[in-house]
């Protein structure tokens, strides 16, 4: 095929994608370039998704008059001096010179902008190559608006998330802004409505803006050389790494898994098996000891010496975590449902009887002529969650005698917007309160009354969560919370759980894909003990019987 040199338009059209894919990107370049301008009040206003306006509005230093022309200019800035050594010595957010002019290139950008000291303001208009430079009266800073994105470009418009979804993305990406630079100012709006305001705090503040004061009294404060920030208490983790949140010299990074494994590794046997805590590091390194280029968002950043910094990250949670007494309370154990009185719908669980119990944990159970190992905690999980499953609709919701009023991340509250009118179907209510609260009203009558610690809160942020059905979400983290744990198992327990688990419909994992039971046939263990003429044992299923033989 023939190489050849696109016209200007054209490259300029599959360019302007290098930085501005999506709103986010506008958002996340306008608010770098605040920051970098040293303003210590940021306010970000998106509607319509970010498809309709953005507009970012900082009090930084501004743009003198005399070089307000060159902003949307392409590769025009000045935050990296015009030589090649400069890339190597990044100390800004932004340095490409290709955020105002992405965003002209795919909307209509308007800027007004006025250093402190200079009179009067300039006003700068730009739609594709066509600039038009103005003065104008406006208070110190920066205001940045851009409209109709893509609407030049119908088909990546057409390829655009729906507008709640972005909005959540951008939610998202204003509160790892605010947990990484607490003492500034900030306010997030969408569509008029206040979305995470958050005035100037340490990071244990920022984490209260973000997920509530439940979380930020739950947090110990990090501060090291090169390592700031706050780490949460044992008790309080995740079954994802999603809260865990780094920033490299200032800017928030998808974190290498090494740095991930460090923090966890930090907290040694004190953190649980497959879960991950909350933390905000803020990581300092020289310059030139990392490379934010290597990323069109500049969301991931190569360190020179990350082993180094995984081992300062390390070293810090585990310091923090020393400082503190770490005692969490267990929930009680709920009793193993009674099996469903119609039967099993897969049919081919057989009939178990308890040999014993191994460890207070697993029990050994014969059927079918195999040994069967019993994960009790998986088993007891899997039961409560098909009891759960069966009696969510059975009884009308439960009415709270006093609505509780909760602490919503922004997040939640956008996935909130989207997801109400589900959750009020099965049982639970929850009405936006506005500055991040939502008022919890009603709750499904077979989980009001669980003995799980914090339950009105862990119900919401279940069903606010990340996950694709949040219905199963919140059975699934309720039916394991007061599962029995390694250590309260008895032969009595151990009936209860074998019984129960034989009505399951699944009974072959629990909700979160584990398996509740091993089979061990005699067949198998006659081999390993290398019995010589060992009878034919016949597997549990096999409908023919072979003759049976003496063993040697």
């Not at 066509?130 to 009266?137: A, E, P």
């Not at 439940?214 to 780490?231: E, Q």
């Not at 207070?360 to 499953?389: C, I, M, N």
């Not at 179907?425 to 009558?445: I, N, Q, Y």
Request: net charge neutral; with cysteine.
């Amino acid at each position: 095929m023939t190489i050849q040199v696109l016209p200007p338009h054209v490259a300029r059209l599959i360019a302007a994608g290098e930085v501005v894919s999506r709103p986010l990107d506008v958002v996340r370049e306008l608010v770098d370039n605040a920051l970098d301008a040293g303003a210590s009040r940021i306010e970000i206003e998106v509607e319509g998704g970010g498809l309709a306006l953005i507009r970012v509005r900082d009090n930084g230093g501004g743009i003198p008059a005399d070089s307000v022309a060159l902003a949307p200019a392409r590769h025009a800035t000045s935050k990296l001096a015009p030589e090649a050594g400069a890339v190597e010595r990044v100390t800004t957010l932004g340095f490409r010179g290709e955020a105002l002019w992405a965003a002209a290139q795919a909307g209509d950008l308007h800027l007004v902008t006025r250093p402190a000291a200079q009179v009067g303001a300039a006003e700068v208009t730009a739609s594709g190559d066509d600039v038009t430079v103005r003065r104008t009266s406006a208070p110190a800073g920066t205001t940045v608006t851009v409209r109709q994105l893509f609407a030049r470009l119908p088909a990546r418009l057409r390829t655009q998330a729906p507008a709640a979804a972005e909005v959540r993305d951008v939610t998202a990406l204003v509160g790892r802004y605010v947990l990484h630079h607490p003492g500034l100012h900030w306010r997030l709006t969408v569509d008029g409505e206040a979305r995470l305001t958050h005035a100037p705090a340490d990071h244990r503040g920022a984490v209260a803006s973000v997920y509530g004061p439940l979380s930020a009294n739950r947090v110990l404060m990090v501060g090291t050389d090169g390592v700031r920030g706050v780490v949460s208490r044992p008790e309080l983790t995740r079954a994802r790494r999603d809260r865990m949140h780094f920033s490299v010299n200032g800017r928030p990074v998808l974190a290498p898994p090494e740095l991930e494994r460090a923090v966890i590794d930090g907290f040694a046997e004190l953190l649980p098996s497959g879960v991950a805590p909350l933390c905000v590091l803020d990581l300092t390194v020289p310059p030139e000891d990392h490379n934010p280029n290597v990323h069109p968002a500049k969301q991931v950043v190569a360190l020179a010496d990350l082993p180094g910094v995984a081992a300062r990250v390390r070293a810090a949670v585990t310091g923090a975590l020393a400082a503190h007494p770490l005692v969490r309370a267990a929930p009680a154990p709920l009793a193993p449902p009674e099996p469903s009185a119609t039967p099993a719908a897969s049919g081919n669980f057989p009939r178990l009887t308890l040999l014993g119990v191994y460890q207070e944990l697993y029990l050994l159970a014969q059927g079918e002529g195999d040994l069967w190992v019993v994960d009790a905690h998986a088993a007891h999980e899997r039961s409560l969650y098909e009891h759960f499953t069966r009696a969510l609709g059975a009884q009308p919701p439960v009415e709270l005698p006093e609505p509780e009023l909760l602490h919503l991340t922004p997040e939640q509250v956008a996935r909130l917007h989207e997801r109400g009118a589900e959750l009020r179907g099965w049982g639970l209510t929850l009405e936006d309160f506005g500055a991040g609260l939502v008022r919890l009203r009603t709750l499904p009558a077979v989980l009001a009354a669980l003995p799980v610690p914090r339950l009105h809160e862990q119900i919401v942020e279940a069903a606010l969560g990340d996950g694709p059905d949040p219905r199963r979400e919140v059975l699934a983290r309720l039916a394991c919370a007061p599962a029995l744990k390694a250590g309260m198992l008895d032969a009595g327990r151990g009936e209860a759980v074998l019984s129960a688990l034989s009505g399951c419909e699944q009974p072959w994992s629990c909700p979160h894909g584990r398996p509740t039971v091993l089979r061990l046939p005699e067949r198998d263990l006659a081999h390993a003990f290398g019995r010589r003429g060992v009878r034919d044992v016949a597997r549990g299923r096999d409908a023919a019987q072979s003759p049976k033989t003496s063993g040697g």
